[in-house]
């Protein structure tokens, strides 16, 4: 059983640049849900995808998107990057269409200067 | 502010001592999951409480859950250098999941 892989591992953008991140869910997970964390910060919940479909959306604005695919990886886009957008971005898969028993990936680590 | 506040903060202890993590939430609580993240790294799973009143261990670590207060507490028992990191407490919410401030602890040798 694979755990939850995401690429690439490190970036570094410019302002007004667009990044996508990668996301491989666990064998057997139908749900993913992306998380940014800013330095000393909790994560905050960006989005979560169950079945190719959003399913709930945290408190960012559209251009942060996602994708799900028919084998369940995902990515984030992100449009138009800012400073603020430098964090820690974290996916997590579950098997339930909610966020109970999430398996985190180990991020991928964003720098937007 | 938070949903979830945790304290404190940080956290810095001698190894072998005892030392108690806390989450509030501001709104009632059904569940909360506890994770450990060490430093820029993903998220580990320690533990979930569902009830009121539970109490889970887990080696060292113990976590109860009072829902009358909104509260839970992460206890570690004789701290070792390996139990350093941030620890993260988390709860579902509607089709999202809302995670605490989060806990540095560091254990010093």
């Known amino acids: 059983e694979t755990g939850v892989t995401q690429s690439p591992t490190h970036l570094i953008k410019t302002r007004g640049q667009q990044v996508t991140l990668r996301c491989s869910s666990q064998?057997?997970?139908?749900?993913v849900s992306w998380y940014q964390q800013a330095l000393g910060q909790g994560p905050q919940f960006i989005f979560q995808?169950?079945?190719?479909?959003?399913?709930g959306r945290g408190n960012f604005p559209p251009r942060f998107s996602g994708l799900q695919f028919p084998n369940y990886s995902s990515e984030l886009n992100v449009n138009a990057l800012e400073l603020d957008d430098s964090a820690l971005y974290l996916c997590?898969?579950?098997?339930?269409?909610?966020?109970?028993?999430?398996?985190f990936g180990p991020g991928t680590r964003l720098t937007v200067t | 502010s938070q949903e979830l506040e945790q304290s404190p903060q940080s956290l810095i202890v001698q190894e072998g001592k005892n030392l108690t993590i806390n989450c509030t939430s501001s709104?009632?609580?059904?569940?909360l999951y506890w994770y450990k993240q060490k430093y820029g790294e993903g998220l580990i799973f320690l533990m979930m409480?569902?009830?009121?009143?539970e109490e889970k261990s887990h080696e060292k670590i113990t976590a109860k859950l009072d829902e009358k207060k909104q509260q839970s507490s992460l206890h570690i028992t004789a701290s070792q250098p390996s139990h350093a990191g941030i620890y993260l407490c988390?709860?579902?919410?509607?089709?999202?999941?809302?995670f605490g401030t989060g806990t540095r602890l560091k254990v010093l040798a």
């Open positions: 997590a898969s579950s098997s339930s269409g909610t966020a109970y028993e999430q398996y």
């Open positions: 409480l569902q009830k009121g009143g």
């Open positions: 995808y169950y079945r190719e479909e959003e399913n």
């Open positions: 709104k009632t609580l059904y569940g």
């Open positions: 064998s057997g997970h139908n749900t």
């Open positions: 988390g709860a579902d919410r509607t089709y999202k999941y809302i």
